[in-house]
C-alpha cells in the first residue's frame, strides 16, 4: 500500500488495534481486512456470498479508493462494532428526557459517533417551572451540561467527543443562544448552528419582525426585529466562527419520510440532516482514483467509478445490519429507514489533474455533471438491492410511495462529509474543498502533521521553473499568489481556500447540493480580512441558492484551528 507518513501516523494514532499493553498488533491491510469481513459477513442475511464481497470491499479500501466512516473502521470485528458515524438524539422539556439524552450521547460518543440536538423543545430562561414554582434555566445551561459531560468522555481513546447543538431561529431564548460562543472556552465540544426558517428570511428581506415562540405553551412571546437578530449571527460568526445555520424547512422540503416526522437537526458537520433517534453510516469515494490519461489528456474514469459506486452502495446498506446499536430506538429507526450516505472526497486534486481552476464556471458545471452521475448511480445501485432484500420498512409513507417513484432500499443514498482524517489516509484533498494551502500544519488528535503537497513541485520540475528558493517560498507562505516565478496558469489551479471568493465556495456547495439527497459540509473560508458585511452576503446568497446550511470561517477568528498555515502554527 502506498501510504504516507502522515497517513501512517493517523491510522497508528486512532484506527489500529492494540494489544492490552497499548502496543499497535495491526497492519494497515489488516485493518482493512478485518473491515471488510465483519460488513460482507452481513451478506448471509441475504443468502449473498460473503467471501466475494469481502474481496471486493477490501480491494477498494486497500487501493485507498473507497473508505468508510471512521468509526466502521475502529470497530468493526470488535463486540461492540458500532459502525455509523451520525446519530440525533430527541431532548424533549423534561429534567428526566434531558438526563436520559446526555446519557444516551455518553454511549454514542464512547463508540465513535457523534452527536446531534436540538434544544428548540425546552422551555426558555425565567420560565415557570410548575413542579417547582421555580423558574427554568433555559436551553443554553443545558448545553452546557452537555459540554461538561462530553469533556470526560474520550470515545474509547480514539476520538475527541462531538456534538452539534442547534436552536429555531424563533426561541425566546435565540440571542443567547447566538452569543454562547463569544466567551473563550465556551462550550467546545460544539459546533452550534441556528435552525433558519423560511419565514424569518422573509422576514429578513423585508426587514419587518417575526414572532418568537414559546414551546411549551405554543404561544407567542413577543417579535423580534428580523435584521437585529441577523447581526447578531453575523456578528458571532465573525468573531468566533459559530454558530452556523442550517436552513431547516429546505431540509424538510427533502425529508423522505416525512410521516415519521420533522427533522430537527443534523450531525456535527452538518451534512446529515436526520430524525429523532436516526442514525446514518457514511462513506467515501476517492474521485483522484478515477482519472484517466490517454494522449497527454486527462479524464474521468466514469466507467470504474461507477462499478465502485455499486459495490460502495452495497458495503454501507450491508453496514446497517453489521451494526452492534447503542440503543434498542436508534437501532430501530436506523434499519427502518435505512439511510446511507456515500460521498466523495479528492474533488480538489482531480480539478487539478484536469487543469481546472477550482472557481471557474467550467469546474462548478463539472461538479453538477460529476454529482448527478454520482448520485444516479447510486439511486440505481439502491433500486436493484430493493428488488434483492426489499425496500425500507418505513417505505409505505415516504416520498417514493407514489406512483412513478422508485422502489429504493435506502431513504437516503449521498452524502458530502467532509473527511477530515479519511482523506489524509487516502492522500488526497478532504471532501470537496480546495486545497487549504500547498503546506501547512493539521492537528489530529493532539499531534501536529505538516503536509505539503508535493504535486505542486512535482510539475514545477516537469515544467522547469523549480527551485530551493521556490519551494522555501511556497513553504513559508502557503500559497503561489505573487510568484511571478509561476506561470499564471499554474497559479490559478493551485489557488488555495483562503484565496478564493466566498460566493464562489457557495457556488461550489451548491452544485453538489442539487443532486446530493442529504446535506453538503462545506467551510466558506474567508480571509482574516473579512467583512462582517461578507458574512452576512454569504448567508444569505447560500440560501438563495438552494443550500440546506452555511458555514462561514473567517481564518484567525477562533485560537484553536485544526489546519494552520506554517507562519502562524506558533
Not at 488495534?17 to 498488533?25: Q, Y
Not at 446519530?87 to 446531534?116: H, R, W, Y
Request: hydrophobic share 40%.
Amino acid at each position: 500500500m502506498e501510504l504516507s507518513h502522515n497517513a501512517r501516523a493517523v491510522l497508528s494514532r486512532r484506527y489500529l488495534l492494540r494489544d492490552e499493553a497499548g502496543n499497535t498488533k495491526e497492519t494497515p491491510e489488516g485493518l482493512f481486512r478485518r473491515v471488510a469481513a465483519h460488513v460482507a459477513a452481513a451478506e448471509r442475511h441475504y443468502g449473498g456470498e460473503a467471501a466475494l464481497w469481502e474481496e471486493r470491499f477490501y480491494a477498494m479500501m486497500e487501493d485507498l479508493r473507497f473508505l468508510p466512516n471512521s468509526p466502521a473502521m475502529m470497530n468493526a470485528g470488535k463486540p461492540m462494532a458500532q459502525l455509523a458515524a451520525c446519530f440525533v438524539l430527541p431532548v424533549e422539556d423534561s429534567m428526566s428526557s434531558i438526563f436520559d439524552s446526555l446519557k444516551n450521547a455518553a454511549l454514542i460518543l464512547q463508540s465513535g459517533g457523534g452527536t446531534g440536538f436540538s434544544f428548540s423543545r425546552l422551555r426558555p430562561c425565567f420560565d415557570v417551572v410548575h413542579s417547582t414554582g421555580g423558574a427554568a434555566s433555559g436551553p443554553v445551561s443545558f448545553m452546557k451540561v452537555f459540554n461538561t459531560a462530553t469533556e470526560v468522555i474520550r470515545q474509547g481513546g480514539a476520538r475527541r467527543g462531538a456534538n452539534m447543538g442547534i436552536l429555531r431561529i424563533d426561541h425566546p431564548d435565540i440571542l443567547d443562544f447566538i452569543r454562547a460562543k463569544r466567551d473563550t472556552g465556551a462550550l467546545e465540544n460544539f459546533n452550534i448552528s441556528v435552525a433558519v426558517t423560511d419565514v424569518f428570511m422573509q422576514a429578513l428581506y423585508h426587514d419587518e419582525t417575526y414572532e418568537l415562540i414559546n414551546p411549551r405553551t405554543k404561544r407567542v412571546t413577543t417579535r423580534a426585529e428580523a435584521k437585529t437578530v441577523f447581526n447578531e449571527m453575523v456578528e458571532s460568526a465573525w468573531e468566533t466562527g459559530d454558530p452556523g445555520i442550517i436552513f431547516i424547512d429546505v431540509m424538510n422540503r427533502f425529508n423522505p419520510t416525512p410521516h415519521l416526522g420533522t427533522i430537527e437537526s443534523t450531525n456535527p458537520c452538518g451534512e446529515q440532516p436526520l430524525l429523532p433517534y436516526e442514525a446514518c453510516v457514511l462513506g467515501s469515494l476517492n474521485l483522484a482514483k478515477y482519472r484517466l490519461i490517454t494522449e497527454d489528456k486527462t479524464r474521468i474514469d466514469y466507467e470504474t467509478l461507477s462499478r465502485d459506486i455499486m459495490t460502495a452502495v452495497r458495503f454501507l446498506d450491508d453496514a446497517i445490519d453489521a451494526t452492534t446499536y447503542p440503543l434498542p430506538d436508534i437501532e430501530r429507526m436506523h434499519k427502518g429507514n435505512r439511510k446511507i450516505g456515500l460521498g466523495i472526497m479528492g474533488w480538489a486534486d482531480l480539478l487539478i489533474s484536469l487543469g481546472l481552476p477550482y472557481n471557474s464556471r467550467r469546474s462548478f458545471r463539472l461538479a453538477e455533471k460529476v454529482m448527478q452521475f454520482f448520485g444516479s448511480r447510486a439511486r440505481e445501485c439502491s433500486e436493484v438491492l430493493a428488488r434483492e432484500r426489499g425496500v425500507f420498512p418505513n417505505f409505505r409513507g415516504s416520498i417514493y410511495d407514489t406512483h412513478g417513484m422508485p422502489r429504493v432500499r435506502n431513504a437516503t443514498t449521498t452524502t458530502i462529509a467532509p473527511t477530515g482524517t479519511l482523506s489524509i489516509i487516502a492522500g488526497c484533498s478532504s471532501g470537496i474543498e480546495p486545497l487549504f494551502s500547498l503546506a501547512h500544519k493539521r492537528l489530529v488528535m493532539g499531534t501536529e502533521l505538516s503536509e505539503i503537497n508535493g504535486g505542486f513541485f512535482d510539475k514545477a520540475r516537469a515544467m522547469g521553473f523549480y527551485s530551493d528558493d521556490l519551494k522555501n517560498k511556497v513553504e513559508r507562505n502557503g500559497t503561489l499568489r505573487a510568484l511571478k516565478e509561476v506561470p499564471r496558469s499554474v497559479r490559478s489551479i493551485y489557488r488555495t481556500a483562503l484565496e478564493i471568493p466566498y460566493r464562489d465556495h457557495i457556488e461550489m456547495q451548491a452544485a453538489f447540493q442539487k443532486y446530493t439527497d442529504n446535506a453538503v459540509s462545506k467551510t466558506i473560508n474567508m480571509p482574516r480580512s473579512a467583512k462582517k458585511d461578507d458574512i452576512a452576503d454569504a448567508y444569505r446568497y447560500a440560501y438563495e441558492k438552494g443550500c440546506k446550511g452555511v458555514t462561514v470561517f473567517r481564518y484567525g477568528s477562533r485560537k484553536k484551528g485544526v489546519l494552520l498555515r506554517f507562519q502562524d502554527a506558533d
